[in-house]
């Protein structure tokens, strides 16, 4: 039995090529292999572009694991070149901004769970997979509102060095009433260590000498729901 022949994108009808169901379906109505057949533009070696964008996605499971992909894996895939990759990494990298700035206006801090879902939103996407351990702080005015995001330290994939009296220098640089601290595990697990413990205690005692407070230490697991919050479990 004889297998279809090839027939390029170009060659469809023009209802189920992707460019033109974008344009008149709009974006959320295409499919993930589509969108991605739109970045990948042409296809190779009798496959078309939508077959390669189905063989990565099946390949790599999800869009999480494409986006933490390094490069030459993408490249691995047939019909994936380095330029094609680079656009792939950009497109995804592009999407996790638009959350961030959507983040950014978002009301005040108030409870515990809004630290949590404002982290997770900021956060999560980067984080989660990360094999290094990233420590962050979030700094908030008087009304608890986030006006400064700053890297403190990157670290091994078992621990990163904190210095206490940079997080007070940021406090006072942007005259902020408050700060969230900010970490992951890059073993996936989010329950701290004596040292997490440790380390929040010795900031928490530190800020209070500015006038600030530390609102609340969150750690960044592995899994979407996977967040350790000391203020909601009544560590602050």
């Given at each position: 039995?004889?297998?279809?022949?090839?027939?390029?994108?170009?060659?469809?009808?023009?209802?189920?090529?992707?460019?033109?169901?974008?344009?008149?379906?709009?974006?959320?109505?295409?499919?993930?292999?589509?969108?991605?057949?739109?970045?990948?533009?042409?296809?190779?070696?009798?496959?078309?572009?939508?077959?390669?964008?189905?063989e990565l996605l099946t390949h790599f499971g999800s869009l999480r694991k494409l986006d933490n992909a390094p490069l030459k894996?993408?490249?691995?895939?047939?019909?994936?070149?380095?330029?094609?990759?680079?656009?792939?990494?950009?497109?995804?990298?592009?999407?996790?901004?638009?959350?961030?700035?959507?983040?950014?206006?978002?009301?005040?801090?108030i409870t515990p769970t809004d630290a949590i879902n404002y982290v997770r939103n900021y956060y999560g996407m980067m984080l989660?997979d990360a094999t290094q351990e990233f420590f962050y702080i979030i700094l908030l005015d008087v009304r608890n509102k986030p006006?400064?995001?700053?890297?403190?330290?990157?670290?091994?994939?078992?621990?990163?060095?904190?210095?206490?009296?940079?997080?007070?220098?940021?406090?006072?640089?942007?005259?902020?009433?408050?700060?969230?601290?900010?970490?992951?595990?890059?073993?996936?697990?989010?329950?701290?260590?004596?040292?997490?413990?440790?380390?929040?205690?010795?900031?928490?005692?530190?800020?209070?000498?500015?006038?600030?407070?530390?609102?609340?230490?969150?750690?960044?697991?592995?899994?979407?729901?996977?967040?350790?919050?000391?203020?909601?479990?009544?560590?602050?």
């Amino acid at each position: 039995m004889s297998s279809q022949p090839y027939r390029s994108i170009k060659e469809w009808r023009e209802e189920d090529r992707p460019r033109e169901k974008l344009l008149t379906l709009g974006a959320q109505n295409l499919s993930t292999s589509e969108l991605l057949a739109i970045l990948i533009r042409t296809g190779t070696g009798g496959k078309s572009a939508l077959s390669v964008a189905q063989e990565l996605l099946t390949h790599f499971g999800s869009l999480r694991k494409l986006d933490n992909a390094p490069l030459k894996k993408l490249c691995a895939i047939s019909g994936i070149g380095k330029t094609k990759a680079i656009e792939i990494k950009a497109a995804l990298e592009l999407a996790r901004r638009l959350v961030r700035e959507e983040v950014k206006t978002s009301k005040r801090i108030i409870t515990p769970t809004d630290a949590i879902n404002y982290v997770r939103n900021y956060y999560g996407m980067m984080l989660r997979d990360a094999t290094q351990e990233f420590f962050y702080i979030i700094l908030l005015d008087v009304r608890n509102k986030p006006i400064h995001h700053y890297e403190l330290s990157k670290g091994s994939n078992q621990a990163t060095l904190v210095d206490p009296k940079e997080i007070v220098r940021q406090i006072c640089l942007f005259h902020a009433s408050s700060v969230i601290l900010i970490h992951n595990h890059p073993s996936g697990e989010c329950d701290p260590s004596a040292e997490d413990e440790s380390l929040t205690n010795q900031i928490h005692q530190v800020t209070k000498i500015v006038g600030a407070r530390v609102l609340d230490h969150i750690i960044i697991g592995k899994n979407s729901d996977d967040y350790y919050s000391f203020a909601k479990e009544g560590k602050l």
